[in-house]
């Protein structure tokens, strides 16, 4: 009977612990100027047609909207297919 024992190197440093976790502050801020900057060029897209031009998935889209809209940055007027967005404040 043959036994063999493999050894995987273990990352340990805090670095590769890290690596999955999310960007913060600055990762979102980043993403919510693009989205703002795209909506400020066109204010009437959707957020499927911004999920497009970000290369971001229509979910990420739709959080960062409501994340907008929470702090009061972005509004949306009249409906939801012939309406457009009004930045409040940046």
Do not use: C
Not at 32 to 39: D, F, H, P, R, Y
Not at 66 to 71: M, T, V
Request: no cysteine.
């Amino acid at each position: 009977m043959l036994i063999s024992t493999v050894t995987y190197p273990l990352a340990l440093t805090k670095d590769s612990r890290n690596a999955g976790e999310n960007k913060g502050e600055n990762g979102e801020n980043n993403d919510e100027n693009k989205v703002l900057e795209i909506i400020r060029k066109t204010p009437s897209i959707t957020q499927p047609l911004i999920a497009i031009e970000t290369g971001f998935s229509t979910r990420k889209v739709n959080r960062i909207i409501a994340s907008l809209r929470k702090k009061e940055i972005i509004k949306r007027i009249g409906k939801t297919k012939g309406g457009h967005w009004e930045i409040l404040s940046n």
